[in-house]
């Protein structure tokens, strides 16, 4: 059996995250050696995102709040969620979810929990993109939705 303890993160970040979205994370599934779910801490500077506003098929997610105060966007409105606050969202439109630190100081600690499912559709209504995550990496795409074509085009006998 692994241990890990989600009150000390190892907390990273992508570089080429934009302005509005530079949150760390830990991703510490796979160093428990969790296969079914995802488990992750991010940590949001004052003015960041999570992500872009979403909703998923077929996962469900959950977020734990573990330090400071986040702001969850959700299809009913917004949200002020305190430390020990717990969130399902359900796979779906009715799951949309966008978590952000709209405070001035101080960082919002989450851990966010997920099904692993081995295809996965994300969509953003805000941009309408979607992602399509089939398992293989090659095969991932993100495309908005007028750039669908009809289901014979390019299709020959």
């Known amino acids: ?15 080429d995250d934009p302005e509005g979205f530079q949150t760390g994370y830990d991703r510490f ?3 428990i050696g969790a296969a079914q779910l995802g ?13 872009p506003y979403h909703y ?3 996962e469900e997610e959950w977020v734990i709040v573990l330090e400071g ?14 430390p020990g606050d717990v969130v399902c969202f359900p796979t779906g439109p ?6 952000k630190n709209t405070g001035s100081e101080g960082n919002v600690r989450v851990l966010m929990l997920s099904t692993k499912q081995p295809v996965g559709i994300a969509v953003y209504p805000d941009s309408d993109k979607i ?3 089939p398992g293989n990496p ?15 085009d390019r299709e020959t006998s």
């Open 56 to 58: 998923e098929y077929p």
């Open 94 to 99: 009715e799951g949309a979810h966008q978590l």
């Open 131 to 133: 992602l399509a995550s």
């Open 29 to 31: 599934g796979p160093k």
């Open 69 to 82: 105060a986040a702001t969850l966007r959700h299809p009913g409105g917004e949200d002020q969620l305190e």
């Open 39 to 51: 488990a992750t801490i991010y940590e949001m500077p004052p003015g960041q995102a999570l992500c």
């Open 138 to 152: 090659e095969d991932r795409v993100m495309f908005r939705r007028e750039s669908g074509v009809d289901y014979w």
């Open 1 to 15: 059996m692994k241990t890990y303890n989600i009150n000390r993160p190892e907390i990273v970040h992508d570089e």
